[in-house]
C-alpha cells in the first residue's frame, strides 16, 4: 500500500511537474510563485465558459495582493460592452483602481494573473498602473494561431519590466488555457479586430 501511494505521489509530482516546465521568467524561477500561479489561473479558465455563457471572453484576468486576497477578477468585454480596449487585464486595472479609489496600485503590491499573455495595449496599461507582478498563461505566439486575434509587437517586454521593477512569468498551465481558446473558437464565438 505504502509502495502505491509513493507511486503516486511521484507521478502526481512529475505530472505537476511536466505541465508547468515551460514557464518562462524575467527573474530567477521561484517555484513556490510558480504553484500559487497555477492553482489560480487554472480557476481564472474553469470561469472561463460562465463568463463566455454572458457574452464576455475569452480571457479572464484577476488581482490579487501580497497576503493573497482577491481584489477583482473580471473577463474582457469588448463585444459585449462595445468598447476596443476593455481586455481583460484593462478591466481588471480599471476595477482595482476604483475599489482602491486611487491611479497608482504600486502602494497596495498587487499581482496581475491572466490566462492569456497581455496584448501590446495591455503591456503600457500594466506598466502605468503600478502593478509589480504579472503571470500568464498562453503566450502570444498561440493565442494568435488559435483564434487569429493581433496580440500587436512587443520587442523586449520581460526585460523593459524588468528595468521597472515588474516581475514576470509566462506559460503557466498552457494546454487549460489553450483548450478553452479552442472552444471560443469552435463554438464560432467573434474574433473581434479593426477591419483593414
Ligand atoms: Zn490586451
Known amino acids: 500500500m505504502k509502495k502505491i501511494i509513493l507511486m503516486a505521489f511521484i507521478a ?7 505541465v508547468n516546465a515551460k514557464v ?19 480557476d481564472l479558465q474553469k470561469d472561463m465558459q460562465n463568463f463566455t455563457k454572458k457574452g464576455s471572453g475569452p480571457f479572464v484576468a484577476a488581482i490579487y495582493d501580497d497576503k493573497g486576497n482577491l481584489i477583482v477578477k473580471v473577463a474582457n468585454s469588448v463585444v459585449n460592452e462595445q468598447c476596443s480596449n476593455n481586455h481583460a487585464e484593462m478591466n481588471a486595472i480599471k476595477a ?10 504600486a502602494p497596495y503590491n498587487l499581482k496581475l494573473y491572466v490566462t492569456a499573455e497581455p496584448c501590446m495595449m495591455c503591456l503600457g496599461g500594466i506598466m502605468w498602473s503600478g502593478i509589480k507582478e504579472v503571470y500568464y498563461s498562453v503566450p502570444s505566439k498561440s493565442v494568435e494561431e488559435i483564434t487569429g486575434f493581433d496580440e500587436g509587437f512587443k520587442p523586449h517586454w520581460f526585460k523593459e519590466f524588468k528595468k521597472r521593477g515588474i516581475i514576470v512569468y509566462g506559460n503557466i498551465e498552457t494546454e487549460l488555457g489553450e483548450q478553452e481558446l479552442h472552444n471560443y473558437v469552435n463554438n464560432g464565438k467573434k474574433i473581434y479586430k479593426p477591419s483593414r
Open 24 to 42: 518562462i521568467s524575467n527573474e530567477k524561477i521561484d517555484n513556490a510563485k510558480v504553484e500559487t500561479a497555477s492553482k489560480i489561473i487554472a
Open 96 to 105: 482595482a483602481e476604483k475599489k482602491l479609489g486611487t491611479f497608482d496600485l
Open 12 to 18: 502526481l509530482f512529475c505530472f505537476s511537474n511536466s
